[in-house]
């Protein structure tokens, strides 16, 4: 069976801080997608990682995916408020259909 | 606003009520999704349809009945529901069922089940 495993669970910094949120596996994803969902809203993809040791920014917000395809790693630096939400990643596992998804961040970020 | 449109937003329902959740997708979508999401859980696929066919059903009791009618709508009906039911679901689209494919999510409907 395939796992995410996401850390930390949940994170609560000053505005302006950096930070990172975690996204692990044993397995190995042929891609991997990090989602944002806000309170009261569905989630909503960020960016979509594919080749190993790849790196994506978006903004203040840099994706890596790990060498082995089995991790990835979320960077925000100077956090803002707006960036507060519950952050998800989902690897493209072995079926079509299922995506395979970790159980979140949940992250605040204080004026 | 990402194209996917769920009523009710909220909803509360006795053990033995029947209901029913709607999802609209509004892009030209061929697949849609039903999701239930609970805190600190991971996501849950419940049902996947491509082209109004259902190809995906993750094992889930038949107090959830899904129905699409045709490629831009998707119900999801329930019955006799249990307290444990209580979460969000969620709707989603994509064009095609590949997993590389972006996921478009309405709002969700939150569910509380008394």
């Known amino acids: 069976t395939q796992l995410l495993e996401q850390s930390p669970q949940f994170l609560s910094i000053q505005e302006g801080e950096n930070l990172t949120v975690y996204c692990n596996s044993s397995?190995?994803?042929?891609?991997l997608q990090w989602y944002r969902q806000e309170p009261g809203e569905g989630p909503v993809l960020l960016v979509t990682v594919v080749t190993g040791g790849e790196v994506k920014k978006l903004k203040r917000l840099t994706f890596q995916f790990g060498d082995a395809r089995k991790d990835s790693s979320l960077h925000i630096t100077a956090a803002q408020p707006g960036d507060t939400g519950l952050y998800l990643c989902?690897?493209?596992?072995?079926?079509?259909?299922?995506?395979?998804w970790g159980a979140g961040t949940k992250l605040i970020i204080k004026p | 606003e990402t194209g996917v449109t769920q009523t009710p937003r909220h909803l509360v329902m006795g053990m033995t009520n029947k209901k029913s959740l709607k999802c609209e997708q509004h892009?030209?979508?061929?697949?849609m999704y039903w999701y239930k999401q609970s805190a600190k859980k991971p996501l849950e696929l419940m049902f996947v349809y491509s082209l109004e066919e259902r190809v995906e059903n993750n094992s889930v009791p038949s107090r959830f009945s899904p129905e699409c009618p045709n490629s831009s709508h998707l119900f999801l009906h329930l019955h006799t529901l249990q307290p444990e039911d209580s979460a969000l679901y969620l709707c989603a689209s994509s064009q095609g069922t590949a997993s590389r494919t972006e996921a478009f999510f309405g709002q969700g409907t939150r569910l509380t089940v008394v």
């Open positions: 397995s190995v994803f042929s891609s």
């Open positions: 892009l030209g979508h061929n697949a």
């Open positions: 989902a690897g493209v596992g072995d079926s079509n259909y299922q995506l395979i």
